[in-house]
């Protein structure tokens, strides 16, 4: 079972049409998959525009009554989809944006590569991003070189990523409920940290994005994403599991 987890806030024009991608990919290649989306707080109908999607696939929807942030909805999904799975070492989570800043047209290759036996798939997108972003990636890993442990890793910061729930299962007993106290690009990177002992083989698949279609650019704010990796730099946990990993290398 493949379970494809989506952290949204205010998405209403982009989450109904991602959701029929995904249908059409997965349904095409006969994949028994299930979405699970975490609606955080949107004011601007999103949870109205995915009444209509249950209908049409497997589709859970979890709500948050208020403004929690990416990495709280993004920890919500992850262990809603540890309740649910009874196969950690078959099944996958796959964890993507809600804009189509991530191009569900991976996803088959990703799978491929997790049927293979990779325990971790990422997307890399490092070298198609803006300058803004890309200056933005530079300052992230001069301020936090604990959070770039993971070798191999070219894009630690990645948002579309399939995890084998067994190391997932693993990380999230290992941090006691501590995993993701960083938003943005930080969250990412510490999920990473936590999940990558557990790891036993690992890929990495270019961004690629689709050649026919407009990509809109997610919401992004520099000056946050830098705050966030600074804060996580200085984390004393991440700093010590950083060690242990390049120790283990």
């Keep these: 079972m493949i379970h494809i987890g989506i952290p949204v806030h205010n998405e209403r024009e982009t989450i109904g049409p991602l959701l029929w991608r995904i249908r059409e990919l997965l349904y095409g290649e006969r ?19 995915l ?48 804009d189509f800043s ?6 088959s290759e990703m799978l491929r590569r997790f049927e293979g036996g990779a325990d971790l ?4 997108r490092s070298d198609a991003e ?42 999230t007993g290992a ?12 969250a990412n990177a510490a999920l990473l940290l936590h999940v990558w002992p557990f790891v036993r083989r690992f890929e990495e698949i270019p961004y690629a994005p689709h050649s026919m279609r407009r990509y809109r650019g997610p919401r992004f704010h520099a000056g946050e994403e830098l705050r966030h990796l600074f ?10 599991l950083g060690r242990q990993i390049v120790e283990a290398a």
Excluded at 31 to 49: I, K, M, N, W, Y
Excluded at 121 to 124: C, E, G, L
Excluded at 136 to 163: C, E, F, I, K, N
Excluded at 175 to 186: I, V
């Design 231 to 240: 804060a996580a730099g200085r984390d004393r946990s991440l700093r010590e």
């Design 121 to 124: 798939v990422t997307v890399a």
């Design 175 to 186: 941090g006691a409920g501590k995993l993701l106290l960083y938003e943005g690009w930080a």
């Design 102 to 107: 991530d191009p569900p047209e991976r996803l």
């Design 31 to 49: 994949r028994q998959f299930h979405v699970l989306v975490c609606d955080d707080a949107s004011d601007d109908g999103t949870p109205e525009a």
């Design 51 to 98: 009444e209509l999607y249950p209908r049409v696939l497997p589709l859970t929807v979890l709500r948050n009554q208020e403004r929690l942030g990416y990495a709280a909805s993004l920890d919500r999904l992850v262990r809603a989809t540890l309740r649910r799975s009874s196969y950690p070492r078959r099944d996958a989570f796959v964890s993507m944006q809600g």
């Design 130 to 171: 803006p300058y803004k972003r890309r200056l933005t990636r530079l300052g992230g890993r001069l301020l936090a070189r604990s959070l770039l442990a993971a070798p191999a890793v070219t894009d630690p910061y990645a948002t579309l990523r399939l995890y084998r729930l067994f190391a997932l299962e693993r990380a």
